[in-house]
């Protein structure tokens, strides 16, 4: 059987980068069971109530949900269950440093495939207030409008 190469994205939190504003990324490998690689494969994840929480010099994982495997017998997992992710020490704790913070979290950003590897990668962030949203949101609008208007210009001149 060929290896696998590339990217395949198996869960995005497109959520977090709205409710929070990212400071830094990490990818990070993922300790887990077969059934949850099977499942995972099958394309089935929820990052939604993530958050990653440093424990000991660990860095774990919790509120993922990986569904149970279909096919899985006595052997299957807990669908939210906490994992262990595959961190370098120094990442580790710079983080923790870091989340000590106040308003500062780490939140899963996206679960995908790494060349046939489970990966995550997750982000330092801090919390936006909902002025802050709001803001964001009026200058996402506000970009979009002038690139329409820009492009209906484009298109009058060559017309």
Same mark, same amino acid.
């Given at each position: +059987?060929?290896?696998?190469?590339?990217?395949? =994205?198996?869960?995005? #939190?497109? !959520?977090?980068?709205?409710?929070?504003?990212?400071?830094?990324?990490?990818?990070?490998?993922?300790?887990?069971?077969? @059934?949850?690689?099977?499942? $995972?494969?099958?394309?089935?994840?929820?990052?939604?109530?993530?958050?990653?929480? &440093?424990?000991?010099? %660990?860095?774990?994982?919790?509120?993922?949900?990986?569904?149970?495997?279909?096919?899985?017998?006595?052997? #299957?997992?807990?669908?939210?269950?906490?994992?262990? =992710?595959? +961190?370098?020490?120094?990442? &580790?704790?710079? $983080?923790?440093?870091?989340?000590? %913070?106040?308003?500062? @979290?780490?939140?899963?950003?996206?679960?995908?495939? !790494?060349?046939?590897?489970?990966?995550?990668? &997750?982000?330092?962030?801090?919390?936006?207030?909902?002025?802050?949203?709001?803001? @964001?949101?009026?200058?996402?609008?506000? =970009?979009?409008? @002038? #690139?329409?208007?820009?492009?209906?210009?484009?298109?009058?001149?060559?017309?």
């Amino acid at each position: +059987m060929a290896k696998e190469t590339g990217r395949k =994205l198996i869960a995005q #939190n497109k !959520k977090a980068r709205h409710d929070y504003l990212i400071i830094d990324t990490y990818e990070c490998g993922l300790v887990l069971t077969g @059934t949850e690689v099977k499942s $995972l494969r099958q394309g089935r994840a929820s990052l939604t109530d993530g958050f990653v929480q &440093i424990d000991g010099g %660990e860095a774990w994982l919790h509120n993922v949900h990986v569904p149970e495997y279909t096919q899985g017998t006595w052997t #299957n997992h807990s669908a939210r269950r906490k994992r262990k =992710l595959l +961190m370098h020490r120094l990442e &580790i704790d710079k $983080l923790d440093s870091k989340s000590s %913070e106040s308003g500062h @979290t780490i939140v899963p950003l996206a679960m995908y495939f !790494k060349d046939g590897r489970a990966k995550i990668e &997750i982000a330092l962030a801090k919390g936006k207030k909902e002025y802050d949203k709001r803001q @964001t949101l009026r200058e996402k609008q506000d =970009l979009r409008e @002038t #690139n329409r208007a820009v492009a209906a210009v484009r298109r009058k001149q060559r017309a």
